[in-house]
């Protein structure tokens, strides 16, 4: 199983990323897929995260109204739009699969490599 995230870099505030996660070795049908971030001396916190049929989906608070998670079954890939990105959006973010909807980390079985987002001020 692979999962290969891309899309992040530097940006400034007010400003937008699409992150995609490309996944092989595995099939969405099968999963829900999560948005995970961490950032430098922080816990890694779920951001998102959307059931296998793409019909139920999760957003914590603090992104809520600016991201916005979709998946595409057939290119086994989900995206994460991130409109008004904020300095304090600044993270890892990494994509994970596992069998249950929610955002605890440790309920996810498989993991990308994370890729880096920055907003400037």
């Known amino acids: 199983v692979q999962l290969v995230e891309s899309g992040g870099g530097l940006v400034e505030a007010g400003g937008s990323l699409r992150l995609s996660c490309a996944a092989s070795?595995?099939?969405?049908?099968?999963?829900?897929i999560g948005w995970f971030r961490q950032a430098p001396g922080k816990e890694r916190e779920g951001v998102s995260c959307i059931s296998s049929s793409g019909d139920n989906t999760y957003y914590a608070d603090s992104v809520k109204g600016r991201f916005t998670i979709a998946s595409d079954n057939a290119k086994n890939t989900v995206y994460l739009q991130m409109n008004s990105l904020k300095p304090e959006d600044t993270a890892v973010y990494y994509c994970?699969?596992?069998?249950?909807?929610?955002?605890?980390?440790?309920?996810?079985?498989?993991w990308g490599q994370g890729t880096q987002v920055t907003v400037s001020s």
């Open positions: 994970a699969v596992g069998r249950l909807l929610v955002t605890v980390p440790g309920m996810y079985d498989y």
């Open positions: 070795g595995i099939t969405f049908d099968d999963y829900a």
